[in-house]
């Protein structure tokens, strides 16, 4: 016989929103193949599945209080993952004729700059160290 103790529950409500970035990072190579098959129905629902997940996850994050530092960071690279692969493809199967390169490239630099701003000060003003 299985019993769920209330803790589990809470240890598992505030699990679901870290799993929903890392169900994002899942869902991005299939994106990505998609784009290269030019199979756009597919890939366009499954990128608004994706983005979806982006907002369920601080969503829930917020609503359960279950934010972690585990959970801001994976959300940040799920993020950047799914914009960077998702325009990288689209330009390699059309080329300037969709996506102009200067556009990836700011957006490649826009990513970049972000996650690095983010890890700078994450780093410089967290409370807490990870090694002593």
Do not use: H
């Amino acid at each position: 016989m299985f019993f769920v103790i209330e803790s589990d529950f809470y240890m598992i409500q505030a699990a679901i929103p870290s799993l929903l970035s890392i169900l994002r990072i899942i869902l991005t190579p299939i994106v990505v193949v998609s784009i290269f098959k030019e199979e756009w129905i597919y890939a366009s629902s499954l990128f608004a599945l994706a983005s979806f997940t982006d907002f369920l996850d601080g969503f829930l994050a917020r609503r359960f209080g279950s934010s972690s530092r585990f959970g801001a960071c994976i959300d940040v690279i799920a993020d950047k993952i799914l914009m960077v692969s998702s325009f990288g493809a689209m330009y390699f199967v059309y080329g300037e004729n969709l996506i102009p390169a200067w556009f990836l490239y700011f957006l490649i630099l826009r990513e970049a700059a972000i996650l690095f701003g983010g890890v700078i000060i994450f780093t410089k003003f967290s409370t807490t160290r990870l090694v002593k």
